[in-house]
């Protein structure tokens, strides 16, 4: 069996933006720092209007979601690259969406904090927040438990490695590219 990441869903829709998903106010907090990038994490998709209910919990550091469902331009807004650190701090393992800004999916395998997949189908009107999924990426399917539904997923590519050595620089240096430390 392959990799896989399985977990609970936080389902948005269009045009999440890079200021919903971390507010320009917090961009100051410095995510080489570990007590930082925690705080950074904390304050994830805290820019999202009330109908979408809380991504993490009044009192808690991270999310119970680990996968972000989401509609098309999921990232649009500014080339932050705080957006996917902010998710990767506050424990997202992926975003599954119909379609990513450039930037931001340029910025997930840069920093390698996230899986930025790509679904076939339009799947933030099929699943809603709560529910219990499988992405499978050797299978390049996602499963809803709660549905018991499964639906295809883009394959990720080129990105994959990097993301897997946890962004470019390391997959630079795994790779022999640059100099390791």
Sequence with gaps: MGK???GKIFVVDDNIDTDQIIPAEYLTLVP???DEYEKLGSYAMIGLPDRYGKFIEPGEQKTQYSIIIAGENFGCGSSREHAPIALGAAGVEAV???SYARIF???CSATGELYPIESVDRLCDL???GQEVTIDFTAERII???LDRTCSLKPLGEVEPVIDAGGLFD???QTGMIAAR
Excluded: D, E, G, Q
């Design 4 to 6: 896989v990441i399985s």
């Design 171 to 173: 997959y630079a240096r």
């Design 105 to 107: 999916f340029r910025n």
């Design 96 to 98: 599954v969406a119909l």
């Design 127 to 129: 699943f809603a927040t």
């Design 144 to 146: 809803n438990h709660t």
């Design 32 to 34: 080489s720092k570990p």
